[in-house]
């Protein structure tokens, strides 16, 4: 039985990988900034009032877990903004950026005290940060916070290699959340499946790779 810990857990993704690992037997601490009642029936700790751009937060949330070691880190926590040429919008491009860059790296590193030999990170990226996979623009906010955010997590992972520590960067695929208003090609329990599936066959010898839900590598 492993200690899972998952940030942006009340909903979509994150909700299903505490699902998921709760019914497998793993204990599950769920991270949020509000709570919900499918998430409160589940039957996990769950840990509310937590922002993942705010220090402070970061550091109740380590105070919360008392010392305990989480054997996987889930950075799921992630917002969605679009922006386009024409539709230009500097503020949310930032916000993106605080959200999706800043806070799973924020997260980590306030948690490391946690993390031992064996343990992993995953931070939920897309494929959309992908300079060589984009060939329509727009979204700019969203492609460039997930291009920073990949690029946090590959020198995560050069420097908690050391320690036996892996890292993952994980395209959850397009899936129907609210963050995509309904509209995707699969459903968050599908995704969530083969993330973990992923996240099992982590270690240090595949650390810092760009997954697709699938199971295949993605291109930067």
């Known amino acids: 039985m492993s200690v899972i810990l998952i940030t942006g857990a009340s909903r979509g993704i ?43 937060d970061i550091s109740k949330l380590k105070i919360a877990l008392n010392g305990r070691t989480i054997d996987i880190l889930i950075n799921n926590a992630g917002i969605f903004l679009n922006e386009s040429l024409d539709d230009m919008n500097f503020d949310t491009i930032i916000e993106q950026f605080k959200v999706n860059s800043v806070g799973p790296l924020r997260v980590t590193h306030g948690l490391l005290d946690c993390l031992i030999k064996g343990s992993k990170v995953g931070i939920v990226s897309s494929r959309m940060g992908s300079v060589e996979d984009n060939t329509s623009g727009s979204h700019y906010g969203y492609r460039m916070s997930k291009g920073a955010v990949n690029s946090a997590g590959k020198s995560l992972s050069n420097d908690l290699e050391p320690q036996g520590i892996a890292v993952a960067l994980l395209h959850p695929g397009y899936v ?45």
């Open 14 to 56: 994150g909700f299903e990988f505490a699902k998921q690992y709760k019914d497998r037997g793993d204990t599950v601490i769920a991270v949020c900034r509000k709570s919900n009642a499918s998430l409160d029936q589940l039957g996990v700790e769950v840990v509310t009032g937590i922002d993942v751009t705010n220090a402070e």
């Open 176 to 220: 129907r959340t609210e963050m995509t208003g309904g509209a995707g090609e699969i459903n968050a329990d599908q995704s969530a499946k083969g993330l973990i599936k992923i996240l099992d066959k982590l270690n240090v010898s595949n650390t810092g790779r760009f997954w697709h839900t699938n199971g295949s590598s993605l291109s930067w």
